[in-house]
């Protein structure tokens, strides 16, 4: 038998074993983790929806007229009045003619790939996409190509050279660098080699774009131009679930061939109601984005001043670089010492020598939670000092 324990004990002597935190109370950027209050910089709650009053209102009113369970499967007789609303109310948002509500982005991101290629097709998948991307290729058992981080002209030469069915998946902006992805290159160089593109745009709904419409609208492009858009909603719309958008003709393939979609149980109906009540206030609500991106643009020009490399995002994902395991892990230590909750992120969840700091920041943190995060960031500054030297 394989050896469990020995292999655990190898994670740790690596740096790379994981652990979990457990949080009392609602997600906010001043949370409970094991009992001790700490300021939290890592949770993808972007616009402080996850404990907003009018959704949780909208959540209780609906539960009487829902009750709770899903129940069975949507092509069974889970499929309710406020599943189907809240696709209408998702495919207007994202100016899409339809979409269809998914249990969770994992889910949606295996059951679109593995439903839209199959054997015999090829995929083309950027090099840093997330890990259920790289699930959902998996089990489509097409042949999976990795092009380089957002390099259109390598994909372009490795899509001229293949014939059959192509499909290009990208995530809209990237989760653990932050930037977004050259979507209207990307457009054209599928239009040009009839490839398919889709889109996880789990960190550009509501928070980019015209009315947080996400990255694809951001970059002024279309249905015609991104057939395929996957959004989450366990994010910035601070709820649950996923949602795939696009022509009702794919929509349609989806519930005949998306695994992920027919062999589930349909999500609680009145997350659909909640989720509904989140997006009316994406839509409306400017502020939370604006005040949402001067943190962001604050927090780059001091941490830069501070001597800390940043990487190329304008997004509210601002990863420290670090390099080295333990190091990042110190680092993460140095600044919960001082009440602030920012995770080391280590492979493989990023590539081998670039364990970083994945610091987000949300429309609920004020300027002085920034205060807060500068201030410790000023005094740990040092802990980086001797990889300098190294580079
Ligand atoms: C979080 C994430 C997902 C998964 O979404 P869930 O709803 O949390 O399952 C998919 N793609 C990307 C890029 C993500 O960051």
Known sequence: MRDFEGELAQRKTAGLYRTRRQISGPQRPALTSDGRSLLSFCSNDYLGLANNPANIDALRDALPETGLGGAASHLICGHHDAHHELEQRLASFTGRSSALFFSTGYMANMGVISALAGRGDTIFSDRLNHASIIDGCILSRARVRRYPHGDVGELEAMLAQTSGHKLVVTDGVFSMDGDVAPLKELARVCREHDALLVVDDAHGIGVLGPEGRGSIAAQGLSEADVPVLIGTLGKAVGTSGAFVAGSPVLMDYLVQKARTYIYTTAMPPAIAVATRASIDLIEKDDER??????????????????????????????????????????????????GLLVTAIRPPTVPEGEARLRVTFSAAHSQSDLDRLLQALAECRHLLAKQDVAV
Request: net charge negative; aromatic share 6%.
């Open 289 to 338: 984005r604006q005040h949402l991106q001067a943190l962001v643009d604050r927090f780059r020009t001091e941490a830069c001043a501070l001597g800390y490399q940043l990487m190329p995002s304008q997004t509210p994902i601002q990863p420290i670089m670090v390099g080295d395991n333990w190091t990042a892990l110190e680092l993460s230590h140095a600044l919960e010492e001082r």
